[in-house]
């Protein structure tokens, strides 16, 4: 029998654990290590979701796994108002890879960075109207909350007032097309603003957005959009917040999204990749607004805010990126990934649209390619069956989309490891087929 039948365990999970979310795998991790995590039976399996599309440099990376030691034999917490050289030394690292933004608050969660930074904008503007995409995904706290639209709003009572939102541009199901029937993003844009300035009652102050929308189904927001949002932002005074949870320190091939376009936020979130796994957050914005919100006495105190042990993890982040070229590694491994899914694209009917950039790409799977009628089901199939061939992919289903799956392995993977996950991709999507 297998060890990860454990009754006592389960018999303890399933009496005691609160469920939050999606039924947990019937697996127990006993412990993971780079690419792989390894279950009860000590079956290696391969993660390409990066843990919580967090752990960019794999499981138990050595350099990590030194600097905790370090850290914890000497200091890992302090009162919120002492300072020490690990969180200077990080702010200063972020600041310089990010001209510009040169004012870094150290949280813990991602929610917790966008909670700061729409508390931010909102006093630095005198607005309190937040825009947002329908397919976002910024947290699951009060005004976080309030800006997440692809689950979780039902039963909560109501959002925080002026919360606004506009859809996100779909390349694969475009809403307004040009005559050769691609998408037409500024017209859809001009419309969505429209509505806004119907909407708003004058206090607009910031959009929320993420580059690519991870759990909206990997939108990427296409070239020039950022650049025509961030004008429609400073036509009607608001701040634009670039939520670089999951796409930021490497990940898409920059060392953030925004890099790409060349266009600068007003106000930066950081989180998820940043700690590589361990929880670590940042705020980063301007002299000028941080001197305003200064100014005007924001505040913004957390229990773990400013803590040295996650800042000295995001250090070694840092490093370990620097040293190893893991941003024009992201870009190499992205490619070949892609291309093993743009084949699979090729081979596979069910699969509808392959996108999104560097180690950050979605698998859209659908009942009908040239309907595009969502493949549900099927999706889940392929899931279940991708792990028990060993590799772990996680699926998003939303409303008018088909299931993706968002592929994100550690931006240490190696091309062996790409070719093993394309493999069982493969074979799982084949058996589903036959199945259904």
């Known amino acids: 029998m297998s060890l990860n039948a454990d009754p006592a365990f389960w018999a303890a999970a399933n009496t005691h654990l609160t469920r939050y979310g999606p039924d947990f795998e019937t697996l127990i991790v006993e412990r993971a290590q780079g690419s792989f995590v390894y279950d009860a039976d000590d079956r290696a399996i391969l993660d390409f979701t990066s843990g919580q599309m967090s752990a960019v440099l794999g499981h138990t990376h050595p350099d ?24 200077v030394d990080l702010a200063s690292r972020l600041a310089a890879l990010a001209p510009g933004l040169d004012r870094v608050q150290l949280l813990t969660t991602g929610a917790e960075s966008n909670e700061a930074a729409i508390r931010m904008a909102k006093l630095v503007t005198g607005g309190h109207e937040i825009v947002a995409f329908a397919q976002s995904w910024h947290g699951m706290t009060g005004a976080a909350a309030s800006a997440t639209y692809s689950a979780g709003r039902k039963g909560y009572g109501p959002a925080a007032a002026g919360s606004f939102v506009i859809p996100a541009p779909n390349s694969y199901r475009p809403r307004f097309t040009h005559p050769d029937g691609s998408n037409d993003w500024q017209a859809e844009l001009d419309d969505a603003f429209a509505l806004v300035d119907s909407q708003s009652t004058g206090n607009l102050a910031a959009f929320i957005a993420e580059p690519i929308l991870s759990s909206g189904g990997i939108l990427e927001l296409p070239p020039g959009y950022l650049a025509a949002l961030k004008r429609k932002c400073e036509e009607r005074g608001m701040l634009l917040i670039l939520d670089e949870a999951q796409t930021g320190i490497a990940r898409t091939g920059d ?48 229990t773990h805010v400013s803590d040295p042990l996650p800042a000295a993890v995001g250090v070694t982040v840092l490093d370990v990126v620097e040293r190893d070229g893991l941003v024009a590694q992201a870009t190499a491994r992205g490619d070949r ?44 199939a392929i899931m279940e069956e991708a792990m028990r061939r060993g590799l772990s992919m996680n699926i998003v289903k939303l409303p008018g989309m088909g299931g993706v799956f968002r592929i994100a392995p550690p931006l240490t993977v190696s091309d062996a490891e790409i070719d093993r996950g394309l493999e069982i991709m493969s074979d799982s999507i084949g058996a589903a087929v036959a199945a259904h």
């Open 64 to 87: 990590i796994v030194a600097t905790v030691d370090r850290q914890m034999r000497s200091v890992a917490h302090l009162f919120s108002g002492m300072l020490s050289r690990p969180v």
């Open 337 to 380: 990934l892609k291309s093993g899914l743009l084949s699979l694209q090729q081979k596979y009917d069910c699969v509808g649209d392959v996108r999104g950039r560097g180690l950050l790409l979605g698998l859209e799977i659908v009942a009908d390619r040239q309907t595009k009628a969502p493949g549900f089901e099927l999706g889940a």
């Open 255 to 302: 060392m953030f999204a925004f890099q790409r376009d060349g266009v600068t936020p007003d106000i930066m979130t950081l989180s998820k990749t940043l700690g590589a796994g361990l929880p670590l957050a940042a705020v980063m914005t301007t002299q000028a607004i941080e001197q305003k919100a200064h100014e005007r006495g924001f505040l913004f105190y957390t």
